[in-house]
């Protein structure tokens, strides 16, 4: 079956660091464009980051650029997250999601997500 799976967050202070894992199983990411979001409590998701299946190239949120990392590590089927000077505006539930596509996808095209994990920036 199609499964997405997230883990690696929690409660961490601002300027911190976290990395987000989140593995795959049923299908080969090599195929599949991969993106994270996050949903703050009261407010919509938000598109973080993606990375596409065709040459590994990625996009970030402005808010992140420059702080966030998305890679993956192909031998584990695994895509992760690097998140570096955390403030507390990133706290957040934090989701991967994957589409059968070549390229970043809008948002809605997403046809497989995980459970979510937690990420509290909080002093």
């Known amino acids: 079956q199609v499964q997405l799976v997230e883990s690696g967050g929690g409660l961490v202070q601002p300027g911190g660091s976290l990395r987000l894992s989140c593995a795959a199983s049923?299908?080969?990411?090599?195929?599949?464009?991969i993106g994270w979001f996050r949903q703050a409590p009261g407010k919509e998701p938000e598109g973080v980051s993606c990375?596409?299946?065709?040459?590994?190239?990625?996009v970030y949120a402005d808010s992140v650029k420059d702080r966030f990392t998305i890679s993956r590590d192909n031998a584990k089927n695994t895509v992760y997250l690097q998140m570096n000077s955390l403030k507390p505006e990133d706290t957040a539930v934090y989701y991967c999601?994957?589409?059968?596509?070549?390229?970043?996808?809008?948002?809605?095209?997403?046809?497989?997500w995980g459970q979510g994990t937690q990420v509290t920036v909080s002093s």
């Open positions: 999601a994957t589409v059968h596509t070549l390229t970043c996808p809008a948002e809605a095209e997403y046809d497989y």
């Open positions: 049923g299908f080969n990411l090599n195929y599949y464009a």
């Open positions: 990375r596409s299946s065709l040459d590994g190239s990625t």
